[in-house]
């Protein structure tokens, strides 16, 4: 195994996630070396604690109310579309998110935007549990159904096969 240095070893990473990123597999048909290797670098280096960003804002475009989502939608749209790309790197936002944005604000959805809370998860989690209950409700509901459509079934053919008896015999002869 040959020693890279960790400034070697940071470069790569930094190919990898940086503004201009390549895949793992293209880097490793660029420099030679093995794509596990660079992986493991890529991997090692997200458990370390992070750096001090350059961006303008410390936090993470997820992270950001929905007014400071509509606000930065409305900075954007000030910003000319080529320089866009270097805005959002610079705020640290992809483009995709912004997309997603813009669309939320023109449908009025910014309440949307919001992440959920303790109460939007607790409701979820029992309107999941109602779900199953009734689902299971349901299931042994259909095999009732299911039980009954085939005894019924049963007996029409019981009946076709032996008739009924009452209409075989002669009510004088059962003296």
């Known amino acids: 195994m040959i020693p890279y240095s960790q400034q070697f070893r940071n470069r790569m990473v930094q190919k990898l996630v940086g503004a201009h990123a390549i895949s793992a597999t293209a880097l490793s048909a660029e420099v030679g070396i093995s794509q596990g290797t660079l992986s493991r670098w890529l991997k090692q280096a997200a458990t370390l604690p992070p750096k001090m960003s350059s961006a303008d804002d410390d936090t993470k475009a997820h992270d950001w109310s929905p007014e400071e989502k509509v606000a930065f939608v409305l900075e954007s749209a000030a910003v000319p579309s080529a320089e866009l790309g270097a805005f959002l790197r610079r705020k640290g936002v992809l483009e995709a998110q912004l997309d997603e944005w813009r669309k939320q604000v023109t449908d009025g959805a910014v309440a949307s935007m919001r992440p959920p809370t303790r109460g939007d998860r607790e409701a979820a989690a029992a309107d999941t549990k109602k779900i199953r209950q009734l ?41």
Do not use: C, M, N
């Open 135 to 175: 689902e299971r409700e349901l299931l042994r509901k259909d095999k009732a159904l299911a039980e009954t459509a085939a005894l019924l079934v049963l007996k029409k053919k019981a009946q076709a096969i032996w008739g009924d008896e009452d209409d075989d015999t002669d009510p004088k002869s059962d003296k």
